[in-house]
């Protein structure tokens, strides 16, 4: 197994919305923000090259959308999944699973592409399986007022028109199960109903892919919560249970929306779990 950081692009996302009800004065600490109050953020994804399969966890926002959606998020730099697939030596044909921990427009709208005269969409990864689970279909297809403008149609309906869509099986009595990708996947309810975890056995190291249960460093003291979450409460319990069995078994957390920290190990302290080490992908994954 090889592992594979593709970064799918870079954007913007109010500081405030990013940190709920904690003060600017303590998250701008170690996520600065500009001078409309924003933060960077990236669309970090991750490939797994597993013997004849290319497994894509997550795809960023994609290309689709129009100008006036992609400029409510300051996007910035050049990196596209392209771009960043070609330079690993791969194209988008050869992936064989594309994973979704979820179905926000940020983590699955590059699933979806315009067909080539514009006028209908089709899959952008044309060979892959599209795994989700059915609970969170059903949450992301008959969506809640809030979530509402997240869950955009155009993403999500046409993976299941194209008889490309597959669900993991979502365990009875525990929040950690097995999927058909060859990696475990903690389920967490708190962001959005569930959502799921990669944990990937990798080199006698535990890589989790922290999606939205962990979007960036500055996220760890366990009440920085997202105003994006739904049951802001029951976060507060999942990212405690995580980041207590990441530190005493010395997980690797992959960071997708960390502009500046890539993959992070975690420790006890006085004050609770907190960072240990910063690494480049290319640290751990080379």
Not at 10 to 32: H, Y
Not at 253 to 259: K, P, S, T, V
Request: glycine content about 8%.
């Amino acid at each position: 197994m090889q592992l594979y950081a593709v970064n799918a692009g870079n954007f913007k996302l109010d500081g405030g919305a990013m940190f709920g009800v904690v003060p600017k004065s303590l998250w701008q600490r170690t996520n600065p923000a500009d001078s409309n109050n924003m933060i960077d953020i990236a669309a970090r994804c991750l490939l797994i090259e597993d013997g004849d399969r290319l497994i894509l966890i997550d795809n960023g926002m994609g290309n689709k959308q129009s100008d006036k959606f992609f400029g409510y998020y300051y996007l910035w730099g050049d990196d596209s999944i392209d771009g960043s697939l070609g330079q690993i030596g791969f194209h988008r044909d050869e992936i064989t699973d594309v994973f979704l921990t979820h179905l926000h427009f940020d983590h699955c709208g590059g699933s979806i592409q315009w067909n080539a005269d514009r006028t209908g969409y089709e899959p952008a990864f044309k060979n892959a399986r599209f795994w989700s689970n059915e609970d969170h279909w059903k949450w992301a297809t008959q969506p809640n007022k809030r979530e509402k403008a997240s869950f955009l149609k155009e993403n999500i309906i046409p993976i299941q028109e194209s008889g490309q869509l597959k669900f993991i099986d979502l365990p009875k009595s525990k929040p950690v199960g097995a999927s058909d990708l060859g990696f475990d996947v903690f389920f967490a309810n708190g962001h959005t109903d569930k959502q799921m975890i990669p944990m990937i056995s990798y080199k006698e190291k535990t890589i989790c892919f922290m999606a939205d249960l962990l979007p960036t460093a500055g996220h760890l003291p366990v009440p920085f919560v997202m105003g994006y979450d739904t049951r802001p409460l029951l976060t507060l319990d999942e990212k405690d249970l995580f980041l207590n069995t990441a530190a005493d078994n010395n997980y690797y957390l992959f960071l997708e929306h960390d502009a500046h920290n890539e993959i992070i190990t975690v420790q006890q302290t006085e004050k609770g779990v907190r960072l240990k080490e910063s690494f480049s992908c290319k640290d751990i994954f080379n």
